[in-house]
């Protein structure tokens, strides 16, 4: 699959679309989710042009990718959810949920987040 | 924190306590969950010593980060997870229901995984 140069990732990566920034260096753009689904939800995506966590574990070169995770110790700890923990998660495809074809890391916290899998999913 | 040589997975790692091997190379092992939450319920972890994903981020090499995610492309295409999709998730901490402090990626998929919180975590 090409990527998609118009994903919405994409345009606010370009400054095209607006966003509640959080974080920003050379490897990464982390803002707030539209829809948070957990008192803090932030997506953490890279400024590369990559669909996915295996595509970017695949393609991504090892300084893009330690700056990458670099990045997300970064932020959890300027949100101040290290003390009492977090949950990372990247969808995948259909089966993932995945809403954007631009890899994006969500990071919840700010209360237990719960069970991993919706016991029906099972 | 320190780390916790007699984790369950660091006993895993020196062959201490069996598991039932997915895939192994010099940077991860991975292998099923002994308590899967999906058809496919894998856990993929680096062969250093670290807790949290976030720890992995900071104090891991490039090298040794490169590696663990180049790993989780390759399983999850041994796997077949590439064509329906899947879900990684990391937990870290009381908030994100870490059970053992080793960072594991969880690896969810074979079906739709669902939402990614529980409604009365929100």
């Known amino acids: 699959m090409a990527y998609d140069q118009n994903n919405i990732f994409a345009k606010i990566l370009r400054g095209e679309i607006p966003c509640k920034e959080v974080y920003s260096d050379e490897y990464v753009l982390a803002f707030h989710d539209i829809a948070p689904q957990a008192p803090v939800h932030i997506l953490v995506i890279p400024r590369g042009q990559y669909i ?9 070169s090892a300084e893009e990718i330690k ?6 110790d970064k ?6 959810l290290k003390e009492n923990g977090f949950r990372c998660i990247a969808n995948t495809g259909d089966h993932g949920g995945q809403e954007v074809p631009h890899f994006h890391m969500h ?12 016991t029906d999913a099972v």
């Not at 700056?67 to 997300?72: C, E, L, P, R, S």
């Open 52 to 60: 996915s966590i295996d595509e970017f574990g695949r393609e991504g």
């Open 67 to 72: 700056g990458f995770y670099t990045a997300i």
């Open 107 to 118: 990071i919840l916290g700010g209360c237990k987040i719960g069970r991993m899998v919706e």
């Open 75 to 80: 932020i959890v700890a300027q949100e101040g």
